[in-house]
């Protein structure tokens, strides 16, 4: 086995330890391949060890990649800041865009999709740590920007995502973590048509078991896979 697909199956079990120590279903729980910095060639031998989700922060970056791995019917996910114009691009592209923070970006992906005649899946960003060098929106204001994001037609809010502050201690990020759980019960007893609470994207590297253990069906995992970026 080469390494990708080594440590590939090492977050596997790490990620089903966590799961099962929660009480969770360890299937519950995926995948997304962080490929910032990462070439294509090396992105693909993690999609032949059975990486089917990948996430891409740069929208230009990311051209190529998805143009060289088209064959293998991968789930493109966005997770980088998204500018309002780029986005045109983003709903070309992705499946799903996890960093939706505010209700200006929703409008201008709203009206891209629209003009593909697609309905595009979101997560909304949400800073649970209050950090000024982190978007998102703060987590007082969330149900209301997902209230206001509900009503655009060519939008899904398809749940919540987060990037905490970095701690060496994964469980001193576990209160981030569980504050974006927290939230995501709030959205649902709220009751907001046309929303969906199934995602909760939390968890890199550093602390993904933690955020397994938290509730995170999406981990958004780089260096324990590919390696250490330039
Ligand atoms: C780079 C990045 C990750 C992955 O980070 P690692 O620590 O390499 O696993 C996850 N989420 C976002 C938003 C990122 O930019």
Known sequence: MDTISENLSHIRQRIARAALRSGRNPEAVEIVGVTKTVSADRVEAAVKAGL???G???VQESFEKIEALASYGISWHFIGRLQSNKAKYAVRLFDLIHSVHSEKLAREIDRQAKKYDRVQPVLIQVNTGGESSKTG????DTVDLVRRVSRLE???IRGLMTLPPFFDAPDRVR???RALHDLKKQ???AGIDNVSMESLSMGMTGDFEVAVEEGATLVRIGTAIFGERP
Not at 137 to 140: A, D, N, R, T
């Open 52 to 54: 089917r989700i990948l």
């Open 56 to 58: 891409e922060n740069y």
């Open 137 to 140: 929106v703060p987590p007082e």
């Open 154 to 156: 060519n939008i899904s």
């Open 175 to 177: 209160p981030f973590f």
């Open 187 to 189: 959205v649902k007893d």
